[in-house]
């Protein structure tokens, strides 16, 4: 332990209460993907007052920011995230509430996206406090990284060329499986990420053959076009019948889709204009993903000819697959056994065992997982990982962290957060414990401690320790054939400077003359 590496870790110590009282603030904002404007302005605000430049809107993105702070090399990168998800609204209480005032589908935090950024802001202000105490040279740069559940902030801060001057980065994330908590990503990585949104539209259902039998005939009794409502569940029936044939049963590959828009309520004898259909496909090679699409662009083009529409074929996102860096990884799990796995207290369990017995469970005398505490080696990690994935299969699930680690030595923490034992085997609990476990202080604040002394440990030893920097970075050259640019680079997968995909109906809060709600109206 370093004299520098001991100011970090003590002023996470000093600053428990703070951190934890920051972090409900930013869970209660609960804001969806690409709408998280006041979590977005809490941190600009946050920043600035610590003593940081901030860029705001970046990359055409309102909700993304980049702070910086100190000058020179090296460049040393982490981020927050703070999206959350539609239909997981819920109180921090030991039974099933939605929070009040809100739509009981409104959203809410869930992995939580609130504990990533308020562990990765901890570190940060940590490794700050020893530059200043220790005079370290080097750069921290803090970016804001929104709708990460569409994967969709940091391809478009990788097109606009955000990432091309860091040297090494920092990706954390509170872990979501016993099987994966605790460690750092060894050699599988998560995957690629492609989203898609197809538009159909009738702009001339007048032109549809036999809209009348004679001269004169009323509206009501013509025949009209199929219109936009019959396009998008076309699609939606095609592309399921399809899909089975899209690629082999292997690979953990999956598609998911969301209709955004469906005729605008036209309940009339009128061809309904206008509809949406987003997909989302997961894979672990990018040849997979320009399959899935081939299918996909051709059903649409299809049902847009038998619905006698128009269709419109735009990307939301394309990440790429993660690129492993054993040289940062390493430093990153020496400073979590440094840091210690999160331990839960007596309050904690107590309130684990008041969610047992709300849902007629017998309460445990220790209900808290017995894996979220404990760590796990990355390459025991990457055995466990490696046991249900077939041979050729190199990454595994998604998320967009994965476009940082082509710029930069990347290192991917898992960090374990309360998780309830399983009272007997195949039990599953709702999912309303998980996301009340993830606001309530005394199950979620461990996470955020922990994290906060790895993340600012390790970005304490990349600004004052050359060798690890230069380790890390020699790695990235060989595994890209020459760096950024190199012979077995991949370059970002969007166009240069490609517009955010803000513009869609997304799922979001809204100010109407009843006063704010949900997407959703509240009903009576």
């Known amino acids: ?29 609960h804001e969806t993907a690409w709408r998280e404007y006041k979590s977005a302005a809490w941190y600009v605000k946050l920043l600035r007052e610590q003593g940081f430049d901030v860029e705001e809107g970046t990359a055409t993105m309102p909700t993304a920011f980049r702070a910086t702070f100190g000058k020179g090399k090296p460049v040393i990168a982490t981020y927050a995230e703070y999206d959350a998800v539609p239909a997981n609204s819920q109180d921090p209480v030991p039974y099933e509430k939605p929070r009040d005032g809100v739509h009981r589908y409104a959203a809410g935090h869930t992995d939580p996206h609130s504990a990533l950024g308020i562990g990765a802001l901890g570190g940060l202000l940590a490794a700050k406090a020893a530059m200043q105490k220790h005079n370290l040279a080097g750069t921290l740069v803090f970016f804001g990284e929104p709708a990460e559940k569409v994967c969709g902030s940091k391809p478009v801060h990788a097109a606009h060329g955000y990432y091309d001057q860091l040297d090494a980065a920092v990706s954390f994330h509170p872990a979501f499986t016993t099987s994966h908590a605790n460690t750092v990503n060894w050699n599988t990585h998560c995957g690629s990420y492609w989203s898609r949104m197809y538009s159909f539209e009738c702009p001339h259902p007048e032109e549809w053959n036999g809209m009348g039998l004679n001269e004169g005939a009323s509206a009501h009794t013509s025949a009209r076009a199929p219109g936009a409502i019959d396009a998008v569940c076309l699609m939606y029936m095609t592309s399921k019948m399809t899909k089975e044939a899209m690629l082999p049963h292997t690979g953990t590959w999956t598609i998911n889709e969301a209709i955004l828009a469906a005729g605008q309520a036209t309940a ?69 056994m440094l840091a210690g796995a999160p331990q839960w207290g007596e309050e904690a369990k107590k309130f684990g065992r008041e969610i047992q017995r709300n849902l007629g469970l017998s309460p445990m005398a220790e209900p808290m997982h ?21 041979p050729w299969q190199k990454n595994y699930t998604s998320d967009d962290y994965t476009d940082y680690t082509w710029h930069c030595p990347t290192s991917r923490l ?111």
């Open 370 to 390: 017995p894996a979220m505490s404990a760590l796990v080696d990355p390459e025991e990690d990457e055995a466990r990982m490696r046991a249900i994935l077939p």
């Open 414 to 524: 898992y960090v374990g957060r309360a998780m309830l034992a399983s009272p007997k085997p195949g039990y599953q609990y709702p999912n309303w414990v998980w996301n009340a476990m993830g606001g309530y202080p005394a199950t979620i604040d461990p996470t955020i401690f922990s994290a906060a002394r790895a993340i600012g440990g390790t970005l304490v030893d990349l600004l004052s320790d050359p060798q690890s920097v230069a380790a890390a970075q020699a790695e990235f050259r060989e595994r890209t054939g020459g760096g950024v640019g190199g012979s077995q680079w991949v370059p970002p997968l969007l166009p240069r400077n490609f517009p955010a995909p803000i513009h869609y109906r997304w799922p979001e809060y809204v100010s109407t003359p009843r006063g704010e709600e949900w997407w959703i109206p509240q009903g009576a």
């Open 1 to 29: 332990m370093t004299m520098a590496k001991q100011t970090a870790f003590d002023w996470v110590k000093a600053h428990e209460g703070w951190l934890s009282k920051r972090h409900t603030e930013v869970w209660n904002f």
């Open 268 to 336: 009339d004898n009128l061809a309904p204009n206008f509809s949406q259909i987003q997909y989302a496909s997961r894979c672990p090679t990018l040849e997979m993903q320009e399959r899935i699409y081939a299918i996909l662009d051709n059903n649409a083009d299809h049902v847009a000819q038998i619905t006698h529409c128009t269709v419109r074929k735009e990307w939301v996102t394309k990440t790429r697959p993660g690129l492993p860096n054993h040289a940062i990884t390493t430093l990153t799990y020496a400073n979590l």
